[in-house]
Protein backbone atom coordinates (compact mmCIF):
# COMPACT_ATOMS: atom_id res chain seq x y z
CA UNK A 1 0.00 0.00 0.00
CA UNK A 2 1.13 3.22 -0.66
CA UNK A 3 2.28 5.51 2.10
CA UNK A 4 0.00 8.55 3.08
CA UNK A 5 2.79 10.92 1.80
CA UNK A 6 2.98 9.28 -1.61
CA UNK A 7 -0.57 9.50 -2.06
CA UNK A 8 -0.86 13.38 -1.35
CA UNK A 9 2.51 13.91 -3.47
CA UNK A 10 1.13 12.00 -6.59
CA UNK A 11 -2.55 13.67 -6.03
CA UNK A 12 -0.46 17.02 -6.35
CA UNK A 13 1.09 15.87 -9.78
CA UNK A 14 -2.32 14.24 -10.94
CA UNK A 15 -3.82 17.75 -10.08
CA UNK A 16 -0.98 19.42 -11.94
CA UNK A 17 -1.34 17.42 -15.01
CA UNK A 18 -5.18 18.22 -15.04
CA UNK A 19 -4.33 21.84 -15.11
CA UNK A 20 -2.78 21.10 -18.22
CA UNK A 21 -4.75 18.78 -19.92
CA UNK A 22 -7.92 19.98 -19.39
CA UNK A 23 -7.20 23.75 -20.64
CA UNK A 24 -5.92 22.07 -24.15
CA UNK A 25 -7.70 22.08 -27.62
CA UNK A 26 -10.43 19.15 -27.99
CA UNK A 27 -8.90 16.08 -29.55
CA UNK A 28 -5.01 14.14 -29.04
CA UNK A 29 -2.55 16.39 -28.78
CA UNK A 30 -0.63 13.69 -30.55
CA UNK A 31 0.42 12.55 -34.26
CA UNK A 32 -0.94 8.80 -35.33
CA UNK A 33 3.28 8.99 -35.88
CA UNK A 34 4.25 10.12 -32.68
CA UNK A 35 1.65 7.33 -31.19
CA UNK A 36 3.02 4.80 -33.39
CA UNK A 37 6.61 6.03 -32.33
CA UNK A 38 5.38 5.56 -28.41
CA UNK A 39 4.13 2.36 -29.00
CA UNK A 40 6.78 0.69 -31.02
CA UNK A 41 7.79 -2.38 -31.07
CA UNK A 42 4.11 -3.02 -29.95
CA UNK A 43 1.63 -2.93 -33.29
CA UNK A 44 -1.68 -3.19 -34.29
CA UNK A 45 -1.81 -6.77 -34.74
CA UNK A 46 -1.06 -7.04 -31.05
CA UNK A 47 -3.99 -4.41 -30.28
CA UNK A 48 -6.73 -5.71 -32.57
CA UNK A 49 -9.36 -7.82 -30.70
CA UNK A 50 -7.53 -8.02 -27.25
CA UNK A 51 -8.62 -6.05 -23.90
CA UNK A 52 -6.05 -2.98 -23.37
CA UNK A 53 -5.61 -0.45 -20.39
CA UNK A 54 -3.46 2.58 -20.05
CA UNK A 55 -2.48 3.38 -16.48
CA UNK A 56 -2.02 6.94 -16.36
CA UNK A 57 -4.60 8.56 -19.41
CA UNK A 58 -4.35 12.13 -19.26
CA UNK A 59 -6.88 13.44 -21.80
CA UNK A 60 -6.90 10.02 -23.42
CA UNK A 61 -4.40 11.66 -26.65
CA UNK A 62 -3.43 8.06 -26.61
CA UNK A 63 -6.26 6.66 -26.00
CA UNK A 64 -7.72 7.95 -28.77
CA UNK A 65 -5.14 6.92 -31.76
CA UNK A 66 -5.78 3.35 -29.80
CA UNK A 67 -9.11 2.47 -30.78
CA UNK A 68 -7.89 3.05 -34.51
CA UNK A 69 -6.43 0.04 -33.52
CA UNK A 70 -9.68 -1.96 -32.81
CA UNK A 71 -9.14 -3.49 -29.22
CA UNK A 72 -11.77 -5.62 -28.21
CA UNK A 73 -12.29 -3.07 -24.81
CA UNK A 74 -10.27 -0.47 -23.70
CA UNK A 75 -10.00 1.14 -20.45
CA UNK A 76 -7.67 4.80 -18.90
CA UNK A 77 -7.36 5.33 -15.55
CA UNK A 78 -6.29 8.39 -13.98
CA UNK A 79 -5.85 9.97 -10.93
CA UNK A 80 -6.93 13.41 -11.62
CA UNK A 81 -9.76 15.37 -13.51
CA UNK A 82 -7.98 14.94 -16.76
CA UNK A 83 -10.72 12.01 -16.70
CA UNK A 84 -13.22 14.80 -17.33
CA UNK A 85 -11.36 15.77 -20.69
CA UNK A 86 -10.39 12.20 -21.92
CA UNK A 87 -13.96 11.05 -21.27
CA UNK A 88 -14.91 13.83 -23.76
CA UNK A 89 -12.18 12.79 -26.60
CA UNK A 90 -13.00 9.21 -26.49
CA UNK A 91 -16.81 10.38 -26.84
CA UNK A 92 -16.02 12.20 -29.76
CA UNK A 93 -14.38 8.67 -31.38
CA UNK A 94 -16.24 5.94 -33.29
CA UNK A 95 -15.38 3.33 -30.64
CA UNK A 96 -18.18 2.82 -28.36
CA UNK A 97 -16.44 -0.16 -25.68
CA UNK A 98 -14.11 1.99 -23.79
CA UNK A 99 -14.24 2.99 -19.91
CA UNK A 100 -12.34 6.13 -18.36
CA UNK A 101 -11.58 5.33 -14.41
CA UNK A 102 -10.36 8.02 -11.78
CA UNK A 103 -8.02 6.20 -9.86
CA UNK A 104 -4.75 6.17 -8.01
CA UNK A 105 -2.68 3.93 -10.55
CA UNK A 106 -0.66 2.37 -7.95
CA UNK A 107 -3.34 1.18 -6.34
CA UNK A 108 -5.41 0.54 -9.41
CA UNK A 109 -6.05 -4.18 -9.62
CA UNK A 110 -8.06 -6.16 -12.13
CA UNK A 111 -8.68 -9.06 -13.32
CA UNK A 112 -5.43 -8.72 -16.06
CA UNK A 113 -5.81 -7.39 -19.30
CA UNK A 114 -4.09 -8.78 -22.21
CA UNK A 115 -1.86 -5.31 -23.02
CA UNK A 116 -1.21 -2.89 -20.39
CA UNK A 117 0.85 0.05 -21.39
CA UNK A 118 1.81 3.23 -19.22
CA UNK A 119 3.86 6.10 -21.28
CA UNK A 120 4.92 9.11 -19.73
CA UNK A 121 3.85 8.92 -16.06
CA UNK A 122 5.88 6.43 -14.19
CA UNK A 123 8.80 9.02 -13.53
CA UNK A 124 6.47 11.57 -12.23
CA UNK A 125 5.42 9.36 -8.94
CA UNK A 126 6.98 9.61 -6.04
CA UNK A 127 7.63 6.10 -6.28
CA UNK A 128 7.89 4.94 -9.55
CA UNK A 129 8.82 1.45 -8.97
CA UNK A 130 5.51 1.11 -7.53
CA UNK A 131 3.84 2.27 -10.89
CA UNK A 132 5.68 -0.57 -12.95
CA UNK A 133 4.66 -2.93 -10.52
CA UNK A 134 1.09 -1.86 -10.89
CA UNK A 135 1.82 -2.50 -14.85
CA UNK A 136 2.86 -6.21 -14.34
CA UNK A 137 -0.24 -6.74 -11.61
CA UNK A 138 -2.45 -5.43 -13.93
CA UNK A 139 -1.18 -7.47 -17.11
CA UNK A 140 -2.38 -10.99 -17.58
CA UNK A 141 -0.87 -14.19 -17.75
CA UNK A 142 0.66 -14.82 -21.57
CA UNK A 143 0.14 -10.33 -21.55
CA UNK A 144 2.23 -8.12 -22.50
CA UNK A 145 3.07 -4.65 -20.84
CA UNK A 146 4.55 -1.70 -22.41
CA UNK A 147 6.02 1.46 -20.54
CA UNK A 148 8.09 4.80 -21.92
CA UNK A 149 9.91 7.11 -19.12
CA UNK A 150 12.03 9.84 -19.20
CA UNK A 151 15.86 8.66 -19.45
CA UNK A 152 18.88 9.89 -17.23
CA UNK A 153 21.30 9.23 -20.21
CA UNK A 154 20.36 12.40 -22.83
CA UNK A 155 18.99 14.39 -20.65
CA UNK A 156 21.86 16.29 -18.53
CA UNK A 157 21.08 19.63 -19.53
CA UNK A 158 17.19 19.30 -18.78
CA UNK A 159 18.60 18.09 -15.18
CA UNK A 160 20.61 20.59 -14.16
CA UNK A 161 18.79 23.92 -16.26
CA UNK A 162 15.75 23.14 -16.12
CA UNK A 163 14.43 20.80 -13.18
CA UNK A 164 15.52 23.05 -10.67
CA UNK A 165 13.19 25.59 -12.31
CA UNK A 166 10.74 23.34 -12.25
CA UNK A 167 11.24 22.89 -8.95
CA UNK A 168 10.20 26.45 -8.17
CA UNK A 169 7.68 27.35 -10.50
CA UNK A 170 5.47 23.80 -9.71
CA UNK A 171 4.41 25.78 -6.58
CA UNK A 172 3.00 28.62 -8.76
CA UNK A 173 -0.35 28.98 -10.63
CA UNK A 174 -0.63 27.10 -13.66
CA UNK A 175 -1.58 29.79 -15.77
CA UNK A 176 1.58 31.57 -14.59
CA UNK A 177 3.89 29.21 -15.17
CA UNK A 178 2.27 28.08 -18.91
CA UNK A 179 2.04 31.81 -20.15
CA UNK A 180 5.36 33.51 -18.25
CA UNK A 181 7.53 31.06 -17.84
CA UNK A 182 7.15 27.62 -19.88
CA UNK A 183 6.33 30.05 -23.13
CA UNK A 184 9.08 32.74 -22.80
CA UNK A 185 11.66 29.58 -21.80
CA UNK A 186 10.56 27.63 -24.63
CA UNK A 187 11.55 30.09 -27.41
CA UNK A 188 14.94 29.59 -27.95
CA UNK A 189 14.47 25.93 -27.97
CA UNK A 190 12.11 25.60 -30.04
CA UNK A 191 14.62 27.95 -32.65
CA UNK A 192 17.03 25.55 -31.98
CA UNK A 193 14.98 22.45 -32.92
CA UNK A 194 13.91 24.03 -35.90
CA UNK A 195 17.73 25.17 -36.86
CA UNK A 196 18.78 21.53 -36.35
CA UNK A 197 15.66 20.15 -38.50
CA UNK A 198 17.73 22.18 -41.63
CA UNK A 199 20.63 20.25 -41.29
CA UNK A 200 19.39 16.67 -40.67
CA UNK A 201 21.81 14.02 -39.64
CA UNK A 202 24.94 16.68 -40.20
CA UNK A 203 27.66 14.70 -38.13
CA UNK A 204 29.24 17.66 -36.84
CA UNK A 205 25.70 18.54 -34.79
CA UNK A 206 24.86 14.99 -33.60
CA UNK A 207 27.19 15.46 -30.84
CA UNK A 208 25.15 18.93 -29.62
CA UNK A 209 22.49 18.20 -26.88
CA UNK A 210 19.32 17.07 -27.28
CA UNK A 211 19.89 16.48 -30.91
CA UNK A 212 17.80 12.87 -31.24
CA UNK A 213 14.89 14.53 -29.58
CA UNK A 214 15.01 17.57 -31.18
CA UNK A 215 14.83 16.23 -34.55
CA UNK A 216 11.58 14.39 -33.59
CA UNK A 217 9.98 17.70 -32.15
CA UNK A 218 10.72 20.06 -34.69
CA UNK A 219 7.89 18.45 -37.05
CA UNK A 220 5.23 20.07 -35.06
CA UNK A 221 4.03 23.64 -34.00
CA UNK A 222 4.87 26.10 -31.10
CA UNK A 223 2.08 25.35 -29.28
CA UNK A 224 3.13 21.92 -28.68
CA UNK A 225 6.58 22.28 -27.73
CA UNK A 226 4.77 24.85 -24.74
CA UNK A 227 2.65 22.01 -23.80
CA UNK A 228 5.72 19.70 -23.33
CA UNK A 229 7.44 22.85 -22.01
CA UNK A 230 4.87 23.07 -19.76
CA UNK A 231 4.66 19.53 -18.61
CA UNK A 232 8.08 19.72 -17.46
CA UNK A 233 7.35 22.57 -15.43
CA UNK A 234 4.23 22.23 -14.10
CA UNK A 235 4.91 18.83 -11.98
CA UNK A 236 5.87 18.49 -8.48
CA UNK A 237 8.01 15.86 -8.88
CA UNK A 238 9.88 14.14 -11.89
CA UNK A 239 12.63 11.54 -12.10
CA UNK A 240 14.89 10.88 -14.66
CA UNK A 241 15.19 7.01 -14.55
CA UNK A 242 19.00 5.14 -15.54
CA UNK A 243 18.58 2.15 -17.75
CA UNK A 244 20.33 -0.44 -15.13
CA UNK A 245 17.26 0.92 -12.51
CA UNK A 246 14.96 -0.60 -15.51
CA UNK A 247 16.95 -3.76 -15.64
CA UNK A 248 16.75 -4.21 -12.29
CA UNK A 249 13.27 -3.80 -12.41
CA UNK A 250 12.68 -6.37 -15.26
CA UNK A 251 15.35 -8.41 -13.60
CA UNK A 252 13.62 -8.57 -9.98
CA UNK A 253 10.12 -9.51 -11.39
CA UNK A 254 9.61 -13.25 -11.48
CA UNK A 255 6.29 -13.04 -13.00
CA UNK A 256 7.99 -11.41 -16.03
CA UNK A 257 9.34 -13.72 -19.08
CA UNK A 258 12.99 -13.32 -18.82
CA UNK A 259 13.65 -13.92 -23.12
CA UNK A 260 10.64 -11.20 -23.80
CA UNK A 261 11.70 -8.26 -22.51
CA UNK A 262 13.35 -5.34 -24.51
CA UNK A 263 14.54 -2.04 -23.39
CA UNK A 264 15.13 0.53 -26.76
CA UNK A 265 16.89 4.24 -26.07
CA UNK A 266 14.36 6.46 -27.72
CA UNK A 267 15.56 10.31 -29.50
CA UNK A 268 18.55 9.72 -27.41
CA UNK A 269 16.50 11.00 -24.07
CA UNK A 270 14.42 8.16 -22.80
CA UNK A 271 13.58 4.45 -22.16
CA UNK A 272 11.00 1.99 -23.82
CA UNK A 273 10.88 -0.71 -22.14
CA UNK A 274 8.29 -4.11 -21.97
CA UNK A 275 7.84 -7.56 -22.46
CA UNK A 276 5.49 -10.68 -21.39
CA UNK A 277 4.22 -11.63 -18.55
CA UNK A 278 4.88 -15.64 -17.64
CA UNK A 279 2.20 -17.79 -19.17
Known amino acids: MNSSNEIVQDKKTADAFANSW ?21 ERKDIEGKRVLELGCGNGSLMSHMVSWNPSYLEGVDLGDSVLSAESNLRKTNYKNWKVTKGDL ?41 VWVYAREGNSIIVYFVDPIRKVVSHLPWWFTKYFVATPLVVPYYLYAKFLSLFKRNSLLEKLPLYEYSLWISKREFAFFRHVAFDQLVTPQTAYIKKEVIESWLNSCSGIDKTSTYIIMRNGNSWKFGGRVKI
Open 22 to 42: NNLPSGSIYTEDQFTDWMMPL
Open 106 to 146: TEYRSAGFDVVYCIGVIHHLKVPEKGFESVIKNTKRGGRFH
